[in-house]
């Protein structure tokens, strides 16, 4: 646990009304003291941090995680504290010794925590609810079905109803795969100049629609994950106003890019939810600028054999915790979203969400990020830690540079 | 920040000449037009006894066909040996990618071979080019067809089609009718239309088989035949797969040959002097009633002569882009290593 003083940094946190040049006191890994820059008693090894920005430890609510100790390292220089892997892993986060496997091999990483997300249904399949109560109890975090659909609307109506009962925390993702049609892209034209089959906006708002409805119906609280169309976020923005317990996320790739990037057939630009129209990018971040909206890094580490294919052979995903920092903050520097509603989409308002404590809280455990902000990056395959080369920003100037990263009181990455 | 290679100029050399030919998309008018004239002059060799050209003596043309496709893959094999290549003919949709071995595998078994060329088909859109940008710089692409992406030299058999029966592309108006979503050659006609100057060029069908996305290309949609048949100069035909009813697309074939078949009676409404076409297979009574077929105004059998003239001209064309930027990048690399010593000051 780390006794340290962050001198000289930025301390930015808008759910504790920080924002000031400060230094921080940590006292075997708590935070004892934000006080005016040179005031602190300096008896600890101190961090000079030249003014750089200190901001909450990044929250991630979405990451696909198959090598335990290689990318939570990746996820701890991205600046992320906590990250929730989806259960779609290997093996399957569907029985109490799989996700202690987990947690032991986070434990034993030492990096980034890894929070387990348990399987929803068995196998993944849609159709038996899984061992819920038990997995919670594991210590998953939420329990959700990946990306794989649950086509059946009763089986929905069950979990919903199971769920209330042991008030446990549901992710859903919302997309009718019928109507998906096995598409690979966003149904526009871009996808009809270049001959890719089409994922239409409804296959989502659909879907969306009927889920909301059943939460509606049982009360239970759900979690959207990944939405990727602007209509989508004035559905959920209506179902909080009225009063539904909804939440929802974007996948920072829906942020950044859009369907113009598929053109030239770059597999890298291959994801689920498809990336949409500049119109739904607009949507989606005037979402995350108004608190309505999380922001996660679904990230996915492809190895190269399975992106170097040709647009619709290849498997989806982007490779993103390296990164996931720089790229929100490249946002902000661009003027597209506030720097604090990056902070509370990618920190605040998951703590939230998970029920864990959220921000800069004196006599907590350190959850914290130092990062130059303004500083110039540029990543490359050689750079990036995950074993996932598919990263969409590799060769991009971005800005945003981690220098420190603390996660439950523990130096998890120092640059 | 889209930075991507543009599929539109992978095909191209520095210069300017075509090096794959990947899309009709993106071509320039002077560009296409070289290629019909080109196969213009191919057919005059045809007609010969002797009928080859030795335009690609030495070289080897490997057919890479993913899907199968007799008609097609033996008309660039015909090509291939009009122009004097050496042609392998690899079935791959019964061989190496069912034994798992990846695309990318088999490519590089094919390299290792020393071929100068591959003719693709593929059922994934962007296979081409996905391609063009794997192989070994000096190694031509031919797009033989590529998802729902494009079929470049079906359309340029067609433009040359038009043009030998029209005069000119300029000025026609064309009508694509049947099954646009599904469609690789109907995109790339409108592409290639667009650029040779076709007044106007009409998609016509029932909303779940034309996108209405084909706006955005530049195609005015029709859900009704007759009225997008009025005045038309080229009526070209597309074929109707079967699967399109089990994919709930259509209720079935004698309603879709009901609303969307070409009858004489519906020919009647195009321009008297209209031709028919059809990339084919055709399927009689789908989409195209026997008369029609085979009537006066079809010019469907023309299009399969001119459709190895057309691959003649695609081929020596892409190959002597490839050995042209090949010698030129030679001959700078020999220039750069000459110019060294006097950056140094060797030579004073």
């Not at chain 1, 935070?31 to 005031?39: D, K, L, Q, R, Y």
Request: glycine share 6%; aromatic share 4%.
């Amino acid at each position: 646990m780390s006794t340290l003083t962050l001198s000289n940094v930025q301390v930015f946190d808008p759910s504790q009304g920080l924002n000031q040049l400060s230094d921080v006191v940590l006292e075997f890994g708590m935070i004892e003291a934000i006080s005016p820059v040179g005031e602190s008693p300096l008896e600890n090894p101190e961090f000079n941090a030249n003014k750089s920005l200190l901001i909450p430890g990044l929250i991630d609510l979405s990451a696909h995680i198959d090598n335990v100790s290689n990318e939570t390292l990746a996820a701890a220089k991205g600046g992320i504290t906590h990250l929730c892997t989806q259960p779609n892993s290997k093996p399957l986060i569907d029985t109490p010794a799989n996700v202690s496997l987990l947690q032991r091999a986070s434990a034993k990483a030492n990096r980034s925590h890894l929070l387990p997300i348990g399987a929803l249904t068995q196998n993944l399949a849609g159709d038996q609810l899984a061992n819920m109560h038990s997995l919670k109890q594991a210590g998953c975090v939420a329990l959700s079905n990946a990306r794989a659909p649950i086509k059946n609307a009763l089986v929905l109506r069950r979990i919903m109803e199971y769920a209330t009962t042991h008030d446990m925390l549901i992710m859903l993702t919302a997309e009718d795969v019928d109507l998906s049609a096995n598409g690979k892209m966003h149904e526009g034209p871009t996808a009809n100049r270049l001959g890719l089959a089409g994922i239409a906006e409804i296959a989502e708002t659909t879907s969306l629609a009927q889920q909301l409805l059943l939460v509606e119906l049982t009360g239970c609280r759900i979690h959207f994950s990944q939405l990727s169309c602007g209509r989508s976020v004035e559905m959920i923005r209506q179902a909080q106003v009225q009063g539904l317990p909804v939440t929802a996320d974007v996948a920072i790739a829906n942020l950044m890019f859009t369907d113009l990037d598929v053109n030239g057939f770059d597999s890298t630009f291959y994801v689920q939810p498809p990336l949409r129209s500049e119109q739904d990018r607009q949507a989606l971040l005037a979402g995350v600028n108004d608190g309505t909206l999380a922001i996660c890094s679904h990230h996915k580490a492809q190895d190269i054999a399975a992106k170097k294919a040709p647009f619709a052979a290849a498997e989806p995903g982007m490779s993103i915790l390296d990164t996931w920092l720089s790229m929100m903050l490249t946002l902000v520097n661009k003027g597209e979203l506030e720097l604090s509603a990056v902070v509370n989409a990618s920190s605040i308002l998951p703590a939230k969400i998970l029920g864990m404590k959220e921000g800069l809280q004196l006599k907590q455990p350190a959850n914290l990020v130092v990062v130059n902000q303004n500083a110039e990056v540029c990543y490359s395959a050689d750079s990036i830690t995950s074993t996932g080369k598919n990263s969409p920003v590799l060769g991009d100037p971005l800005v945003g540079e981690v220098k420190l990263t603390l996660s439950t009181g523990r130096e998890i990455y120092r640059a | 920040m889209t930075r991507h290679s543009d599929p539109t100029q992978v095909q191209l050399t520095a210069d300017g000449r075509l090096k794959h030919f990947l899309t009709t998309e993106g071509l320039s008018k002077a560009l296409l037009t070289e290629i019909l004239d080109l196969a213009d002059s191919f057919i005059s060799t045809q007609e010969r006894a002797v009928k080859k050209v030795p335009l690609l003596r030495g070289k080897t043309v490997v057919n890479l066909f993913f899907e199968n496709s007799t008609r097609t893959r033996s008309t660039f094999e015909l090509a291939a040996k009009r122009l004097s290549a050496d042609i392998l003919n690899l079935d791959i949709a019964r061989s190496a990618t069912s034994k798992g071995e990846t695309l990318m595998d088999t490519l590089w078994n094919l390299e290792a071979m020393y071929s100068d060329m591959f003719v693709v088909r593929h059922a994934d859109s962007g296979a081409a080019h996905f391609i063009a940008e794997q192989v070994t710089p000096g190694v031509a692409i031919i797009n033989a067809g590529d998802g729902r992406h494009a079929h470049p030299t079906q359309a340029m058999l067609d433009m040359l089609t038009i043009r030998r029966h029209k005069g000119t592309i300029e000025g026609q108006t064309v009508a694509i009718v049947g099954d646009i979503l599904h469609s690789r050659v109907a995109r790339s006609q409108i592409h290639a239309l667009i650029t040779l100057g076709a007044k106007e060029i009409r998609v016509i069908g029932p909303a779940t088989l034309v996108p209405k996305e084909m706006a955005d290309l530049g195609a005015k949609i029709y859900f009704d035949l007759e009225q997008g048949l009025a005045d038309v100069d080229v009526v070209i035909m597309l074929r109707l797969q079967k699967e399109r009813m089990s994919d709930a697309l259509l209720p079935s074939e004698g309603e879709y040959f009901k609303l969307y078949g070409l009858t004489e009676a519906k020919l009647a409404i195009a321009k008297p002097d209209a031709i028919v076409m059809h990339p084919g297979p055709i399927n009689r009574g789908v989409e195209i009633d026997s008369a029609v077929a085979d009537g006066e105004q079809s010019v469907i059998l023309n299009q399969v002569s001119y459709g190895i003239a057309v691959r003649m001209a695609v081929m020596a064309m892409a190959m002597s882009g490839q050995v042209a930027e090949q010698q030129s990048l030679a001959a700078k690399k020999l220039n750069d290593d000459n110019s060294e010593p006097s950056e140094t000051g060797a030579i004073a």
